[in-house]
C-alpha cells in the first residue's frame, strides 16, 4: 500500500507539472508567442493558452511602452567641434513574433545604433544649431531609429535629448555672449527708460507751454476789452461833457460871450510868448466896441445939453 501511495504521488506531481506547462494565463499588456517543436506557431493572448507540454513553448513579450538611456556619447559637429550628448530613447513592441525572432539582444542593439546614428546626425549640423534646434534633432533621432528598430518588431516614439555638453572654451565663450547679451539688454532697457521719461518731461513742457499761452491769450484779451471799455466810457464822458457845454453855451447872450472872449484875448496878450494869434473875429468883436463906444459917448452928449 506505501508503495501504491507513492506512486499517485507521484503521478499527480507530473500531472501539476504538465498543467503548469500547458495551461498559460497571460494579461493584457503582453503576448505569448508559441514556437511549436522548434518552429514558430504564432502569437497567442491575453487571456487563458492551452500549450502542449514538451512541444510548445511559450515566450513573453510585454507590449507597453520602455525607455532606454543612451550613455554619453562625444561626436564631431560639421563645423569640427567636439561636442558629449546623452539621450533617453521610448520604445514599444508593435510585433511580437518579430521582436523575437528578429533581434536577440534589442537593448544592446538599440544603444549601439543609437550611438552611430547620433554621430552621423551630428556631424551634418553646426554646433551653433546642435545647440539650438533639440527638437529638430530630437525628430531627426526618431525618425532614423525608428528606420532601424522598425525591422525589429519595434517602434521608436520619441527621442529627448538631455544634456549637450560643448568643449570648455565653447562654454566660457558661450557665457561670455551671454553676459555681453544681458549686458546689452540692460543699456537698452536703461535707454528706453530715459526715452520714455524724456517724452514725459517734453510732453509736461507741451502742456505748460500750452497753458501758459492759453493763460497769456486770455489776459490779453482780458486786458484789451478792460481798455476798450474804458475808452468807450472815457469817449462818452467827453461826449457827455461836450453836450453839456453846448447847453450851457446856447444860453448865454451874445454880449457875455464877447466879454469872455475879450478875456480870452486879454490873457493871450499877457502871455510871454512872441508870436500872438489873432482870430479872424477881432475885426468884429473891435467893430462891435466901437459901436458900443459910440453909444456911449452919444447918450453922454445929449445929456450934457439938457442940463444948459
Known amino acids: 500500500m506505501p508503495i501504491v501511495w507513492i506512486i499517485l504521488g507521484l503521478l499527480a506531481l507530473f500531472a501539476l507539472l504538465l498543467l503548469s506547462k500547458a495551461i498559460k494565463i497571460v494579461p493584457e499588456y503582453q503576448r505569448l ?31 507597453r511602452e520602455f525607455f532606454l538611456e543612451i550613455p554619453r556619447q562625444d561626436s564631431i559637429t560639421k563645423d569640427n567641434a567636439a561636442i558629449a550628448i546623452d539621450f533617453i530613447m521610448y520604445y514599444k513592441v508593435f510585433d511580437a513574433a518579430t521582436s523575437v525572432i528578429g533581434v536577440s539582444n534589442f537593448a544592446g542593439a538599440a544603444t549601439n545604433i543609437a550611438a552611430t546614428t547620433l554621430r552621423a546626425v551630428v556631424g551634418d549640423i553646426s554646433l551653433d544649431d546642435v545647440l539650438a534646434k533639440r527638437d529638430e534633432i530630437n525628430s531627426l533621432l526618431r525618425v532614423k531609429l525608428d528606420e532601424v528598430t522598425e525591422r525589429w518588431g519595434v517602434k521608436v516614439t520619441n527621442v529627448e535629448i538631455r544634456e549637450i555638453s560643448p568643449p570648455p572654451m565653447v562654454q566660457e565663450a558661450m557665457t561670455r555672449q551671454m553676459s555681453a547679451e544681458r549686458t546689452r539688454r540692460a543699456v537698452v532697457t536703461e535707454a528706453d527708460g530715459q526715452k520714455q521719461a524724456a517724452i514725459t518731461i517734453a510732453e509736461g ?12 491769450k486770455q489776459s490779453a484779451i482780458l486786458t484789451a476789452e478792460g481798455e476798450r471799455q474804458a475808452a468807450i466810457l472815457r469817449a462818452e464822458g467827453f461826449s457827455n461833457a461836450l453836450n453839456k457845454i453846448f447847453e450851457v453855451a ?39 466896441f466901437t459901436a458900443l463906444a ?12 439938457g442940463q444948459g
Open 33 to 63: 508567442v508559441v514556437f511549436r517543436l522548434g518552429r514558430l506557431h504564432g502569437t497567442r493572448g491575453p487571456g487563458l493558452v492551452v500549450l502542449i507540454p514538451f512541444v510548445d513553448r511559450g515566450v513573453n513579450v510585454d507590449l
Open 205 to 216: 513742457n507741451k502742456e505748460s507751454a500750452i497753458l501758459n499761452a492759453e493763460g497769456s
Open 250 to 288: 446856447s444860453t448865454v447872450d451874445e454880449k457875455t460871450m464877447r466879454l469872455q472872449y475879450l478875456d480870452a484875448l486879454k490873457q493871450v496878450g499877457a502871455s510871454p510868448s512872441s508870436k500872438v494869434v489873432v482870430p479872424m473875429e477881432l475885426s468884429g468883436l473891435v467893430a462891435t
Open 294 to 305: 459910440e453909444a456911449a459917448s452919444t447918450n453922454g452928449s445929449n445929456g450934457g445939453g
